[in-house]
């Protein structure tokens, strides 16, 4: 049998935000458990907008939760577009995907629960066009 080339090692969920507009209070959640210690780790948060989305950017706060730890928020701009190349994402009609990493490198991660909180902090509340934001973590490929 084929095995499939984007295959999800460990994790991937999105979640909508009706009438496509996301607010600030609306704070996604999104949790997953690490078993294999060994392992690197590339962790991504992905991002659907319509092409009418009014940015070239997407500013967040990231609470990560790791397992024995207490949660820290890292405050992170996500490039998504540039006013010469247009949008850097993957483009399906006026749909465009992004799927950016978070962590230079890949990471080792503890074995527990992670959970993951994510909240724009765009001036515009609610940021218009906004359709799913998310988190993705795969295995790095070593």
Same mark, same amino acid.
């Given at each position: 049998?084929?095995?499939?080339?984007?295959?999800?090692?460990?994790?991937?969920?999105?979640?909508?935000? !009706?009438i496509h507009? $996301?607010? =600030? @209070?609306?704070?996604?959640?999104?949790?997953?458990?690490?078993?294999?210690? +060994?392992?690197?780790?590339n962790?991504?948060?992905?991002?659907?907008?319509d092409?009418?989305?009014?940015?070239?950017?997407?500013?967040?706060?990231?609470?990560?939760?790791?397992?024995?730890?207490t949660a820290?928020?890292q405050?992170?701009?996500?490039?998504?577009?540039? !006013?010469?190349?247009? $949008?850097? =994402? @993957?483009?399906?009609?006026?749909?465009?995907?992004?799927?950016?990493?978070? +962590?230079?490198?890949?990471?080792?991660?503890?074995?527990?629960?992670?959970?993951?909180?994510?909240q724009?902090?765009?001036?515009?509340?609610?940021?218009?066009?906004?359709?799913?934001?998310?988190?993705?973590?795969?295995?790095?490929?070593?």
């Amino acid at each position: 049998m084929l095995q499939a080339c984007n295959r999800i090692d460990v994790y991937e969920k999105t979640v909508p935000f !009706n009438i496509h507009e $996301w607010a =600030g @209070s609306n704070q996604p959640s999104f949790q997953f458990s690490i078993t294999d210690t +060994t392992s690197l780790y590339n962790i991504y948060t992905v991002v659907r907008h319509d092409d009418a989305y009014h940015f070239n950017n997407l500013w967040l706060n990231v609470t990560i939760a790791a397992p024995g730890d207490t949660a820290k928020t890292q405050q992170v701009q996500l490039l998504l577009g540039d !006013n010469t190349k247009g $949008w850097l =994402g @993957s483009a399906m009609d006026d749909i465009i995907e992004h799927r950016i990493l978070l +962590t230079r490198n890949p990471i080792r991660l503890k074995k527990g629960t992670y959970i993951f909180t994510l909240q724009q902090t765009m001036r515009e509340d609610p940021l218009q066009y906004v359709l799913n934001a998310g988190i993705r973590v795969e295995k790095a490929v070593q």
